[in-house]
């Protein structure tokens, strides 16, 4: 399995600021995401990180608002930009594509937002 | 319309009793079912993965079933345990890559009391 940290693990943010969620994983994987989880809601993905080209969103969520990075194999970086209360969810970062463990795919422990 | 629908929204039952979690889903192409475990602030872990010819897997005291005709899973928890008190997530992915296309159930809450 693939053992992935996220930075900052919660945040208190005030409207109108920008936050940057960091994305570690211990090992070199094939593939990264990036999902929201808003309160009391299942999981919804935002975009997949591709290395070293632009992300690829999914409908409902645009670059401008989330700009993501990821720079190399194991390391990626979500913003969320102009920040709303409606902002306020769990964003998660998940991998998937780990060697042996290929159709499995793993997730972080969330970075918990609340946006005031 | 892709979608995972699982009841019951919430369950709680008392220490040492056994449970079951329904998931019914009406993804088409099917690849694989999953369950997940999701601690309350913590981010979901993998308890199986099935694809279409699994009927049954089992993980310690988590035994998930598959009947992929009726598109129905469950997932039955043997000997509850307090820690067992999270929400249990099903999943189903469309496609047989790995590209994120997940689509997620709702979840159901299970609290386990002493």
């Known amino acids: 399995s693939a053992v992935i940290s996220q930075k900052p693990s919660r945040d208190i943010c005030q409207r109108g600021t920008s936050l940057t969620i960091q994305c570690q994983v211990d090992?070199?994987?094939?593939?990264m995401f990036w999902y929201r989880q808003q309160p009391g809601q299942s999981l919804t993905l935002i975009a997949t990180?591709?290395?070293?080209?632009?992300?690829?969103?999914e409908s409902g969520f645009v670059i401008d608002k989330f700009p993501i990075s990821r720079p190399n194999l194991t390391f990626s970086t979500l913003t969320v930009s102009n920040m709303s209360p409606e902002d306020s969810s769990i964003y998660l970062c998940?991998?998937?594509?780990?060697?042996?463990?290929?159709?499995?795919?793993?997730f972080g422990p969330g970075t918990r937002l609340t946006v005031l | 319309k892709n979608q995972v629908e699982q009841s019951p929204q919430s369950l709680i039952i008392l220490e040492g009793k056994n449970c079951t979690l329904q998931?019914?889903?009406?993804?088409?192409?099917?690849?694989?079912l999953r369950w997940y475990k999701q601690d309350t602030g913590r981010g979901p872990v993998s308890l199986t993965i099935m694809t279409f010819s699994e009927n049954t897997k089992s993980n310690g005291r988590y035994t998930a079933t598959l009947d992929a005709d009726t598109k129905q899973s469950s997932l039955h928890i043997t000997a509850s345990q307090l820690s067992d008190s999270a929400s249990y997530i099903c999943v189903v992915s469309a496609t047989s890559s790995n590209t994120g296309k997940l689509i997620f159930g709702q979840g159901t809450t299970l609290q386990v009391k002493p």
């Open positions: 998931c019914n889903y009406t993804v088409s192409p099917f690849s694989n």
């Open positions: 090992s070199q994987v094939t593939m």
């Open positions: 998940s991998v998937a594509g780990t060697g042996i463990s290929y159709n499995e795919q793993f």
């Open positions: 990180a591709n290395q070293g080209s632009e992300a690829t969103y």
